[in-house]
């Protein structure tokens, strides 16, 4: 398991810019494909963007595709998420997430750790 802890969130107006961070422990943390998710009142937990254990590939929900990026420096142990164009309906508690997987997941149960989540709240 590893211990994650995300940080960057805020209050940003419609069309804005926010960029999270997750700090990863542990000296296995290269070998963790990692995954942001979020949660708005009243819904779903949903997958939001994904990065291999290596970072050579990304993939990313429809609803993000071309103004989120999600990226990784493992030398850090840390995962990005840059958002951009941000809209009303991205706000949300992000969570950030590792999965033991060569794949691509998108499921969250395939994710055995979690950080505590940090509020992104975009106004119109």
């Known amino acids: 398991q590893v211990q994650l802890v995300e940080s960057g969130g805020g209050l940003v107006q419609a069309g804005g810019s926010l960029r999270l961070s997750c700090a990863g422990s542990?000296?296995?943390?290269?070998?963790?494909?990692m995954g942001w998710f979020r949660q708005a009142p009243g819904k779903e937990r949903e997958f939001v963007a994904g990065?291999?254990?290596?970072?050579?590939?990304?993939y990313y929900a429809d609803s993000v595709k071309g103004r989120f990026t999600i990226s990784r420096d493992n030398a850090k142990n840390t995962v990005y998420l840059q958002m951009n164009s941000l809209k009303p309906e991205d706000t949300a508690v992000y969570y950030c997430?590792?999965?033991?997987?060569?794949?691509?997941?998108?499921?969250?149960?395939?994710?055995?750790?979690w950080g505590q989540g940090t509020q992104v709240t975009v106004s119109s």
């Open positions: 997430a590792a999965a033991r997987d060569y794949g691509f997941p998108r499921e969250g149960t395939r994710f055995g750790s």
């Open positions: 542990g000296r296995t943390f290269s070998l963790y494909a």
């Open positions: 990065i291999t254990w290596g970072g050579g590939m990304t």
